[in-house]
């Protein structure tokens, strides 16, 4: 079973880039650990793609090279934040619809070109005041990728929500991000977690 991690720096977590089984230090690190020590006797490949920086378009773009030919058994996205960011820092302004277009076009090569179950994370914005100026664009985006997960998914994650419920109990508002959108440890730890336990019945074949 092949097992590929797709998205942006959230994904790439300072992988080492010559050599894509290197899981990084963010979440897929913690969730290919976990789902390891569930799955002891299962040969399962991991494979980290994700590119820092990448926005929709640009994942769009290296979809057969970093996907189609790779033909996993499982492929996750975990994308938009940077069409997002990059409007607020390079001047790139993706519009709601072209992002849709975008995932949408990457969502329909995998179902058409790979027998690839699908899972998609939601993006996410935690606490931080100098970024609280996206929270109503993204949550524009954020019904974009739920209606999409609605449409393609076979397991989708709402990381917004879950996290959203996690800081309730969590006195301390950068428990899991200094700058509200890359996890430190203990939120790569959470999302790992959160993967391992949503992808576990796609590998035992209960979906």
């Known amino acids: 079973m092949r ?15 010559r050599n894509y089984h290197n899981m990084g230090n963010g979440y897929p690190k913690f969730a290919t650990a976990a789902l390891r020590d569930a799955f002891p006797n299962e040969e399962i490949e991991f494979i ?14 290296r979809m057969y090279d970093d996907v189609i030919a ?8 975990l994308i938009c934040i940077n069409d997002v ?9 993706t519009t709601d619809a072209q992002i849709a277009a975008n995932y ?16 998609i994370l939601a993006p996410f914005l935690l606490d931080c005041a100098e970024k609280e100026a996206w929270r109503d664009e993204l949550a524009s985006i954020l019904e974009i990728v739920r209606s999409l997960a609605d449409e393609f998914a076979d397991v ?10 996690a800081l309730k109990n969590q006195p301390e508002p950068k428990f899991y991000s200094a700058d509200g959108v890359h996890p430190n440890q203990n939120g790569a730890e959470f999302i790992g ?6 992808v576990a019945p796609l590998i035992k074949g209960d979906n």
């Open 104 to 119: 949408r076009a990457i969502l329909e090569r995998v179902k058409k070109q790979t027998n690839a179950k699908i899972v």
């Open 85 to 93: 960011w990059h409007r607020h820092s390079h001047h790139v302004e």
């Open 193 to 198: 977690k959160l993967y391992a336990e949503a």
């Open 3 to 17: 097992i590929l991690f797709q998205g942006d720096s959230i994904t790439d977590a300072g992988r080492d880039k």
């Open 156 to 165: 989708y994650i709402p990381l917004d929500q879950i996290f959203d419920e």
């Open 48 to 61: 980290n793609l994700g590119i820092s920086g990448n926005r929709t378009d640009q994942l769009f773009d």
């Open 70 to 77: 790779l033909q996993p058994d499982i492929v996750s996205f």
